[in-house]
């Protein structure tokens, strides 16, 4: 296992409805770290979402679970390698439920200085924003 890696923490509602959302949009379910109660989802060697239900969840704290269907709790911002890649994960993020959140004028902003992204909002109400940016060193 790498030195750092980033394991997001999400509650789901329904966590095998959660786990075939994931597989569908191509990211891989970790066996070792996943039981009835938690399912990892590795996105890539150093990113995983650890899905946790809901009840398991508040485990981890004591505050109120927040209602991510009815408002945002964070948005996961995911560095991709082309604009077509973004368009590729956001498809198949579609086709597997969830739903996109447009916002032309972000998008015309992002433009101007080089970035393209879109926004889906998984069937918890999760925010993930993929994005490509032309930056130097690309």
Request: hydrophobic share 45%; glycine share 6%; net charge negative.
């Amino acid at each position: 296992m790498p030195s750092k890696m980033i394991f997001i923490n999400l509650p789901v509602a329904d966590l095998g409805r959660s786990k075939n959302f994931y597989e569908a949009i191509g990211w891989k379910v970790n066996q070792d770290f996943t039981d009835e109660n938690a399912a990892c989802i590795v996105i890539d060697d150093n990113i995983c979402a650890m899905l946790l239900t809901r009840d398991f969840f508040t485990t981890f704290s004591k505050r109120p679970i927040a209602d991510t269907v009815a408002t945002v709790g964070g948005a996961f911002a995911l560095s991709l390698a082309s604009a077509r890649e973004v368009d590729i994960l956001t498809e198949a993020a579609l086709a597997a439920g969830a739903t996109e959140e447009l916002n032309e004028d972000r998008r015309a902003e992002e433009a101007q200085v080089g970035m393209f992204g879109r926004t889906f909002i998984d069937p918890d109400g999760h925010q993930w924003e993929p994005f490509w940016m032309d930056y130097p060193g690309n």
